[in-house]
């Protein structure tokens, strides 16, 4: 569902909180009761996080995490819902019920986000040298810092191994050992793998979250294991990165960076 023109101007009439685990350490009850009566004056995006601006000055904060969303016609899973000013019925869904909502009060919200998240991968700030600062000195896997939402807002696992793909970058590799030239690629490939997200409506995973998007036709790497590298032909491999199931090619993503 695209919220903005749902949105937009509309009053909260109703709103039922239908997963206690939505809003804690917050009482469903006492959510509910702020937000009615609130009308929505803008529908921001910052990262995965949704953040609905009211004229009162609040914000309501969406984290969707992996599987949170707004779908067209939800009926299962059904977590809360809104029902506005002109009888439309907005509902939240999310299966494995791991997103949030926070209510703030003025100027919170602003503070919430930016200790929470870096700069929009496909904004201005989004630099090689700010990348290069966030990786330096890490040991960890460049998988796994990446997928910091303080390093690249709103980079998920599915993106992450695409990104790395296109970057022929190892996922296992120690993050604050990449060189500046490999630091540049990987840049490049984040945003590059995003704006295909984006061109392709996102990946339908059968979920309802991102119904109707094409990009799982075009993965190259994630969910593959086993099946041709689209560039070299050699098989998919899977590994675990940051706790996270990871797929990529060993040919084109060594461990060690090769010789030139």
């Not at 239908?18 to 995006?45: F, I, K, N, Q, T």
């Not at 009926?75 to 999310?94: M, S």
């Not at 696992?157 to 590799?173: G, H």
């Not at 593959?224 to 491999?237: K, S, V």
Request: proline content about 7%.
């Amino acid at each position: 569902m695209r919220l903005e023109p749902v949105l937009i101007g509309r009053r909260l009439d109703r709103v039922e909180i239908l997963d206690s685990r939505l809003v804690r350490p917050d009482e469903p009850a006492h959510v509910e009761a702020e937000l009615v009566g609130e009308r929505v004056a803008a529908v921001d995006r910052r990262g995965k996080y949704l953040v609905v601006r009211f004229e009162s000055g609040r914000a309501l904060l969406v984290h969707l995490r992996m599987t949170g969303g707004f779908p067209d016609g939800a009926g299962t899973h059904e977590r809360a819902v809104l029902e506005l000013d002109n009888g439309a019925r907005v509902a939240y869904r999310d299966v494995r019920r791991f997103g949030t909502w926070a209510l703030l009060d003025p100027d919170e919200a602003e503070a919430h986000l930016t200790v929470r998240l870096g700069p929009e991968p496909l904004g201005p700030r989004f630099t090689t040298a700010f990348l290069a600062s966030r990786l330096a000195g890490r040991a960890a896997p460049v998988k796994a810092a990446i997928l910091d939402q303080r390093t690249v807002a709103g980079l998920g696992n599915i993106y992450a191994d695409e990104s790395l793909w296109r970057a022929r970058l190892n996922p296992l590799r120690p993050a604050g050992g990449l060189d500046a030239e490999e630091v540049a690629g990987l840049r490049r490939g984040i945003r590059a793998a995003l704006r295909r997200g984006l061109a392709r409506h996102g990946a339908d995973l059968g979920d309802g979250v991102y119904g109707g998007g094409r990009m799982q036709d075009e993965f190259h790497v994630y969910g593959r294991g086993g099946e041709p590298c689209d560039r070299c032909g050699t098989p998919i491999a899977k590994t675990r990165a940051g706790g996270r199931g990871t797929w990529f090619c060993p040919r084109c993503q060594p461990e060690v960076r090769p010789r030139p």
